[in-house]
């Protein structure tokens, strides 16, 4: 991806508009299963965002100008704002603090398997 202002100015954008999607996703989910184990807002947001990004990076993987913009926008903005591994990463090692390593297991196992089957079909969707 070129950096040029351009394409940096579609990612911020992008970005801004993942992140409040992100926020929007995880108390949707958070409201609909209070008080579940497992941190299922953000495990659902990164499948969703997976399955996103494989089908943007399908559908946008050329190396044209206008594939360039729309992967700014859609892929490093929306995608990147959207989807949360560092919250992934931080709840894990919370649940090892709270001496619950089952359920920081089952965390990384389920959001690795689950996001890179999403990653897989989205990116088959568009073969």
């Known amino acids: 991806m070129s950096l040029n202002l351009a ?3 579609l990612a911020a954008f992008g970005g801004a508009l993942g992140s409040v999607l992100r ?4 108390a949707a989910v958070g409201a609909w299963l209070p008080g579940a184990r497992l941190p299922w ?8 965002g ?7 990076m399908g559908r946008f993987g050329g ?5 360039e913009r729309w992967r700014s926008l859609l892929v490093a903005g929306v995608c990147g704002g959207f989807t949360t591994f560092s919250a992934f990463s931080w709840q894990t090692i919370a649940l090892l ?3 619950q390593p ?10 690795l398997t689950l996001c ?3 990653t897989w079909l989205g990116w088959r969707l568009v073969r």
């Open 41 to 48: 807002g953000t495990i659902l947001i990164n499948v969703a």
């Open 102 to 111: 089952g359920a920081a297991l089952a965390n990384v196992l389920l959001s």
């Open 7 to 9: 394409n940096l100015l």
């Open 50 to 56: 997976s399955l996103a990004i494989g089908w943007l």
């Open 116 to 118: 890179l089957a999403a």
């Open 63 to 67: 190396a044209t100008e206008a594939d």
């Open 97 to 99: 603090q709270k001496d």
């Open 23 to 26: 926020v929007l996703g995880s």
